[in-house]
């Protein structure tokens, strides 16, 4: 069965660091290409990185670029979100999740249950 | 950026209408557009990718059409699980993804 656990959800004041992990099971993780979407208090989906099966490549939407990190442990079958700088405006739900591959096809198939980051004095 | 309108953002409809969104991209994205259905405290659900393929699991009732910037998701008897939030999302400039604003769909 697939599972994808996200963790380090926490309450940060503003300015504040925060690392959120994701461990993962049920797929082959080291071959899967993961992203991070996030999904503020009654909004809608957005996503905000994106990490290569090898973790060669990575990709930040603007909202976050230079201030978060994306990172993977393919031994360990973990994904990883450092994030920094934090802003009242990151408060989120934040889900890893799979991309996947047909063909030349993709789409998101597999999510965690997400984690909560609210950043607030 | 490619950026996605969908319409309406919200919908007030009864078990068993056909419910119809529409997803607008601000440039052609061929068919790299995929559908989530999103309930109240979950994760989302791919519904739809490439488009129009059905994934896996997910009932024939729900469809999807569409190609370049205009694209459809259809749900042709909806039933009390449907009721939830759907998103579409582009994959064209891929691995930068981009979700639409969501289209609520309500029990009328």
Redesign the interface.
Known sequence: EVHLAESGGDLVPPGGSLRLSCEASGFNFRDSEMIWVRQAPGQGLEWISYISGTGSSTFFADSVKGRFTISRDNVKNSLDLQMTSLRVDDTAVYYCARVFLNLTSRGIDYWGQGSLVTVSS | DIQLTQSPSFLSASIGDRATITCRASQGIS??L?W?Q?KPGK????LI??AS?L?SGVPSRFSGSGSGTEFTLTISSLQPEDFATY?C?Q?NS?????????TKVEIK
């Open positions: 068919s790299n995929a989530y999103q994760a989302p659900k791919l990718y490439a393929t994934q998103y999302q994959l891929y691995p930068l993804f981009t979700f639409g604003p969501g």
